[in-house]
C-alpha cells in the first residue's frame, strides 16, 4: 500500500493489518502505527493527497479488544 511505503519512508513504524472485523465487515486493510506517530501520518497523508477513512485507538483489556474511533478522514 501506498501510505505504509511513504510512512516507512519518513522512518514511521507502521504495518498493514486486516482491518478487525469489530470495525468493518468488509476483507480491507488497515495501517497499524505508534500513537506518538498519530500526528505525523496522518500529515503524511493528507500531503500526499491518499484518502484515509477513520482513526481508531484499540484498548486491549485481558481479551477484549475494543475500538474509539477518534477521527475521520
Do not use: N
Not at 11 to 40: H, N, Q, W
Amino acid at each position: 500500500m501506498e501510505g505504509e511505503k511513504l510512512a516507512k519512508a519518513a522512518g514511521l513504524a507502521v504495518r498493514i493489518i486486516p482491518t478487525p472485523g469489530k470495525l468493518d465487515a468488509s476483507c480491507g486493510f488497515s495501517l497499524r502505527y505508534e500513537l506518538v506517530d498519530e500526528a505525523a501520518l496522518t500529515a503524511l497523508l493528507d500531503e500526499e493527497g491518499l484518502a484515509w477513512v477513520a482513526l481508531y485507538h484499540a484498548c486491549r483489556q485481558g481479551l477484549t479488544v475494543t475500538y474509539t474511533k477518534i477521527r475521520e478522514g
